[in-house]
């Protein structure tokens, strides 16, 4: 079992230093830059969102951030002041190429801990990132791409030991739930089988620009060991894409396709402990697993 990683004191920031709505419209001006909802950017405007996503965080001195779509640098200057060194990964060249110097002229010292990755996060590997390697994920995600993007990370980056994203309200419930709940499902057994979730706030609208029509949630994470060590992490995640394709069926019918028949099915949810007339809704990570473990080698194959 992974240690509980001791919960940080809340860090108090000062408000210097951090963009407010006009710093963040003439900074945008200046480059040139417009939000888009093809990479899903709404820019956070509000020194007390970054202050609250940062606190609430819990970095310790000696963690190193990783932040993923970081925009025209609000939080990254909300976070140099208090993480060992800060890596951000922007997909956005023009936005990429500005955020060192958005750093200089606000973080003053702080800046030499940044390090600017132009990359894509759904592609970005450890090897990308070097060294010092990320320790913690604090994030304002694209809504876009919210969920991929955090079980990659987590999947890519072992050292990744904890978390606090924002995302889509409606994503965060998702992320959060457990088994029974109407929104548990996919996202939810995935994170579940990496760490244990928490929701960890709600965030209004008129903090962004452009405004959204949604609210934004807080969702933090602590990692865990994996359920079991004798399954492999793709055959379990294979059994939870089967278990949700198609949510009214029981398990005995929506995993026949990936155990090679209805009764194949049956006799692994059986040697798993679980009735074979169970939904996948009701199941935890810790089944799931026990299901991959009980069913024959072939089973899931190519998935």
């Known amino acids: 079992m992974l240690p509980e990683r001791p919960a940080a004191p809340p860090t108090l920031l000062p408000m210097s230093g951090l963009l407010g709505p006009a710093e963040i419209r003439d900074l945008a001006a200046r480059l040139g830059v417009a939000p888009t909802k093809k990479l899903g950017q709404n820019f956070v405007h509000d020194p007390n969102t970054v202050r609250k996503i940062v606190s609430t965080a819990g970095l310790a001195p000696d963690d190193v951030a990783l932040e993923v779509g970081p925009g025209l640098g609000s939080l990254t200057l909300a976070l140099l002041p208090v993480a060992a060194h800060v890596h951000v990964v922007e997909i956005d060249p023009v936005l990429a190429g500005a955020l060192p ?42 809504y876009n791409v919210a969920v991929p993007v955090v079980l990659h990370l987590l999947a890519e980056l072992p050292g990744l030991r904890h978390g606090l994203v924002m995302v889509q309200k409606e994503v965060a419930d998702r992320l959060v739930a457990g088994p029974g709940s109407k929104v548990y499902g996919i996202p939810s057994v995935k994170l579940a089988w990496y760490a244990r ?21 807080l969702v933090g994470f602590t990692r865990r060991e994996p359920p ?76």
């Open 101 to 142: 110097e958005t750093a200089a002229r606000h973080a003053g010292a702080d800046a030499a801990r940044l390090t600017v990755h132009h990359a894509d996060a759904l592609r970005v590997t450890a090897a990308d990132l070097g060294d010092p390697a990320p320790t913690a994920l604090v994030a304002n995600l694209p």
């Open 197 to 217: 979730a928490r929701a960890a706030g709600r965030v209004p609208p008129n903090v962004f620009w452009p405004v959204p029509n949604v609210d934004s949630g």
């Open 228 to 303: 079991r060590a004798d399954v492999t992490r793709e055959r379990v995640f294979a059994v939870v894409d089967a278990a949700f394709a198609q949510r009214r069926k029981t398990l005995r019918a929506a995993l026949a396709g990936w155990a090679g028949g209805a009764d194949r099915a049956a006799a692994a949810l059986t040697a798993a402990g679980v009735d074979p007339g169970a939904r996948g809704e009701a199941l935890t990570v810790e089944q799931f697993a026990a299901i991959a473990a009980s069913a024959p080698a072939a089973a899931g194959a190519g998935q």
